[in-house]
């Protein structure tokens, strides 16, 4: 699908910018309901990531250990819903949140792009209940659907949402894959390669994480959305 083709079939909003991992900050953990709805109030889009838990929720989570933000053991995967709930707490003091939690919290206020992060190769497994999940969503242009794994995305195509394949410049050579997916979200390090510059020529291309004036300046003319941290990219 061309660019034209892909703005034309998302919100307009996603082209102001996207929240990384919620609008965070010092009070608001990443990845929090509090970081979402600061995001809704001040109408960005935001990312985040899922992740499918032992008894096959889906938990929104950066990572599979839950140590870096709860600062106490765990896997997602190996841990039920209930036990995370009950045993686990994010820097902010609050509840790692539900896909579900998330859908109703935003209830399509604003558009959103969820990442999918398999887990030792639960590639359909975690599309599919994604899918299931994602069923309550009323208008599809509101959802980008990203992942660095090509396996994840592929059930997301006869449901018609717009899906990105997450590009490192170390592996740029899976641009080769262009054909499947209607856009990509690259690493901004793409951009100090000149050759890149004209990437997003035909393609919709979106970039991460953009948290200083630096890589602001160096990706603003080479893409049609920013997913940015900690900095206002719209001063």
Known sequence: MKKEKVIENI???????????????????????????NAILNNYPFEFDVHLSKDKEIIVSHDSSLKRMTNKEGIIEELTLKEIKENYKLLDNSL??????????NNEKVPF??????????YKELAKKVIEELKVIKDKRNVIVISFYPQALLPFKKE???????????????KILSPLFE??????????????????????????????KEKYDLVKDNVDSITFEKIDINQ
């Open 113 to 122: 792009v969820i990442e999918l992060k398999p887990y030792k190769k639960n």
């Open 96 to 105: 790692l949140p539900t896909l579900k939690e998330v859908l109703s919290l």
């Open 183 to 212: 856009g990509f979200d690259v690493e901004y390090t793409f951009f100090n390669d000149k050759k890149y510059h004209n990437f997003n020529k035909n393609k919709f291309i979106m970039t991460w994480t953009i948290d200083n």
């Open 160 to 174: 018609k949402y717009i899906r990105c394949l997450l590009l490192l410049y170390k592996r740029r050579w899976l």
């Open 11 to 37: 919100n307009p909003l996603f082209l102001k910018g996207v929240a990384h991992r919620g609008l965070h900050n010092d009070d608001y953990s990443e990845n929090s309901l509090n970081a979402f709805n």
